[in-house]
């Protein structure tokens, strides 16, 4: 789907005109936050599972630094996390891999919201292709999204060089 989808989608919200696209891939984490000049932690990433019928699709936002923690999200959701596969994430979600976005979504697909965003006075997710992205509040995303909750179901990434400083000590 392409960022003009996305600026359409998000007109009504007054977020349209902070979309920034990139000469430069911003399909990771680390690509995004060297495009926007930010930390990696405030790159809001948009992961993409298996609803729990298997049939459908729910979308998690979360911030870069985390990734998903098995056992919050079984226990969260009632089910075992399973990711899109990458072909079906463009088929499912309207966005493929790396501007997999929560906005201009097919019906159905859920969207939920981890609570590690809420650290930041604003956060950065893909405004719906692989070199862009728009500034947004926890709360614009939340509205914007359509998002169902706040969920906890990620735990923060040490860096590997702080693992190593952590055995020294």
């Not at 911030?63 to 999200?73: C, E, H, M, S």
């Not at 399973?82 to 309207?94: C, I, R, S, V, W």
Request: hydrophobic share 45%.
């Amino acid at each position: 789907m392409s960022v003009q989808v996305v600026r359409e989608y998000l007109k009504p919200f007054h977020l349209d005109e902070r979309i920034r696209e990139f000469s430069v891939s911003s399909a990771t984490v680390e690509l995004a936050a060297v495009a926007v000049g930010v930390e990696e932690a405030r790159i809001a990433k948009t992961l993409s599972f298996f609803s729990a019928d298997g049939e459908g699709c729910l979308l998690i936002v979360t911030a870069g630094d985390t990734k998903i923690d098995n056992k919050l999200f079984k226990s969260t959701f009632g089910f075992k996390a399973k990711m899109l596969p990458h072909d079906l994430a463009l088929q499912m979600t309207g966005h493929a891999v790396g501007g997999v976005c929560p906005f201009a979504l097919p019906q159905g697909v859920s969207v939920f919201l981890d609570r590690s965003l809420c650290r930041f006075q604003t956060i950065f997710p893909s405004a719906g292709s692989s070199s862009s992205a728009v500034e947004m509040t926890p709360e614009e995303l939340f509205v914007s999204s359509h998002a169902q909750k706040w969920v906890e179901v990620c735990k923060q990434i040490v860096p590997q060089d702080a693992r190593s400083e952590e055995r020294r000590v």
